[in-house]
């Protein structure tokens, strides 16, 4: 069973960077794709940015040339380095991966950026 477990969420300052990790090690086939997205408080979750197995990426546009998100080789590991942080990005950021056509969640990990 696939299992979420993010972590590198915490408060900085605006400007400054963070790393998020999400890691699944309970599952031996590979998940595609894997994904980070963020939900502010009453409103839905939306994408931040998404990894294909092949390298294709895809990103929120509002992130686009400041987050970057990438995955160790063909592991069920992604980051996501967030650079230029805005008091904006402050929400709560969730891993995301698809595995024989099943949606899984982390439990999600704070991101504050302080002004």
């Known amino acids: 069973q696939v299992q979420l477990v993010e972590s590198g969420g915490g408060l900085v300052e605006a400007g400054a960077s963070l790393r998020l990790s999400c890691a699944d090690s309970?599952?031996?086939?590979?998940?595609?794709?894997m994904a980070w997205y963020r939900q502010a408080p009453g409103k839905q979750r939306e994408l931040v940015a998404a990894?294909?197995?092949?390298?294709?990426?895809k990103y929120e546009d509002s992130v686009q040339g400041r987050f970057t998100i990438s995955r160790d080789g063909a592991k069920n590991t992604v980051f996501l380095q967030m650079s230029s942080l805005k008091p904006d990005d402050t929400v709560v950021y969730y891993c995301?991966?698809?595995?024989?056509?099943?949606?899984?969640w982390g439990q999600g990990t704070q991101v504050t950026v302080s002004s």
């Open positions: 995301n991966g698809i595995w024989h056509g099943n949606t899984y």
């Open positions: 309970k599952t031996p086939f590979t998940i595609n794709p």
């Open positions: 990894f294909y197995l092949g390298g294709t990426t």
